[in-house]
């Protein structure tokens, strides 16, 4: 997967619906639905990394950003919990 696909024109800081769906598809394949949420955190962090813009992210816009995406985390395994 090419991370560098997250970029946006208008902010170096979003990310659409279409992207943070594939975030989590893609941590729902590499590491199932087991994660803890400091697990979690931290597989999201070494994937800003590699996303363009999100290598200077905001602590605020960060922890904003990790919120919203295990909580995405968290309704996918509601809904395929077998992953």
């Given at each position: 997967m090419d991370w560098m696909e997250f970029t946006d024109t208008q902010s170096p800081h979003a990310l659409d619906d279409e992207q943070i769906g594939v975030l989590i598809s893609s941590v729902m394949e590499d590491f199932g639905p087991g994660l803890t949420r400091t697990e979690f955190n931290d597989v999201m962090l070494w994937l800003?990394?590699?996303i363009a813009g999100f290598e200077t992210l905001p602590s605020k816009l960060?922890?904003?950003y990790l919120a919203?995406?295990?909580s995405k985390y968290?309704?996918?395994i509601?809904?395929?919990p077998l992953h």
């Open positions: 800003f990394e590699s960060t922890h904003w919203l995406l295990w968290r309704q996918a509601k809904v395929n």
